[in-house]
């Protein structure tokens, strides 16, 4: 059975906050934990555009992309990237801390990243999960 979390992130370091839900997501945290099949759990995270983050980073940490193109590499600052969508920084955090493997795609799907303190899953009934 899966269980339902909740999480604040306002205050929290990005960070740190990635680390602490990457396992949950993955189900190291069960004792019937097998790195092949995903047994992890669901994790709502609120107020997602909130953290925060240590010294310059707001202005120095660079996101990159490549279109595929030659000459194609674009850079988005973080501070930029927040304006635009608020919820990338975490998610590609979490992404990067769960393996690149099959089982990726179905992990992720079970991060619900929300920008205010408001979620559709009340039906769920979340736990809530102090980082």
Same mark, same amino acid.
């Given at each position: ?5 909740? #999480?604040?992130? +306002? ?31 669901? #994790? ?30 674009? +850079? ?14 975490? +998610? ?5 801390? #769960? ?18 303190? +408001? ?11 102090? #980082?």
């Amino acid at each position: 059975m899966k269980k339902w979390y909740i #999480i604040d992130a +306002e205050g929290k370091t990005l960070g740190r906050l990635a680390a602490a839900i990457a396992p949950i997501l993955r189900g190291k945290h069960k004792p019937d934990f097998m790195p092949n099949r995903d047994g992890g759990d669901y #994790i709502i995270v609120t107020n997602a555009d909130k953290f925060t983050v240590s010294g310059n980073k707001m202005d120095d940490k660079i996101y990159y992309r490549h279109s595929g193109y030659s000459g194609g590499l674009k +850079e988005t600052k973080l501070k930029h990237l927040l304006e635009k969508k608020p919820t990338l920084p975490l +998610e590609k955090a979490v992404s990067g801390m #769960i393996p690149q493997n099959r089982l990726k795609d179905d992990i992720m799907k079970k991060l619900k990243l929300y920008t205010g303190s +408001e979620h559709p899953h009340t039906a769920q009934t979340p736990e809530p999960l102090s #980082i």
